[in-house]
């Protein structure tokens, strides 16, 4: 089942939009739930991260859409967030709370549809895996979803985690091909990189998780249109 809150405080457009998603279900084949909210504060002031996809308005009465966002991230980094709104100036910003998307009012069928289609491929994306690793204090067990990025330094490999940093030995091409189909990828000889952490590009590096990591001529052009089909919700 996938679990969809609705954010929007006008009661006609909220009802328009949970038809919508209803549509789609039949149309899909997919069991959705949908929670309705009037308001962002409704929905971010006792948040649980329940949801799969959150359909939020950017401009509501009590707490607008962006500052709901904004309290739901500190508690769910995962939920899939898409802002509706009447100006897509507000949702440019969304890049600052991780929005997958927005949809400009009025909202059509199919717009929305391609959204949701959208989303459900974040989702997958998603699901937690996880691989083994092997170091001298011994064996690890860790999501993948925490590794930011492997580095080949000397006769190592050096893990970068949300639990720090593991050393380990082996080649960068047996880890690349251990992690083939989910989503990494080569920036240059001695980096792999978890697209999910890779925040940006500035000029010949990608930034991830903060770091910046330096591209090498051969691998650019690729490590780019890999990231382009991550963005954009698309598989390998």
Known sequence: MIRIALVEDDLQYRTQLKDYIGQYAAASGREIRVTQFSDGDEIALHYKAEYDIILMDIEMTYMDGMTAAEEIRRKDQDVVIIFITNSPQYAIKGYAVDALDYVLKPVSYFALSQRLERAIKRMKQREEKYFTLTTREGTHRIPCSHLYYVESSGHGLFYHTAEGVLQATGSMRETEAQFAGEHFARCNQCYLVNLQH????????????????RFSRSRKKSFLEALNRYFAGESK
Do not use: M, T
Request: no cysteine.
């Open 198 to 213: 890779a925040d940006g590009v500035v000029d010949e590096e990608v930034v991830v998780h903060g770091e910046k990591l």
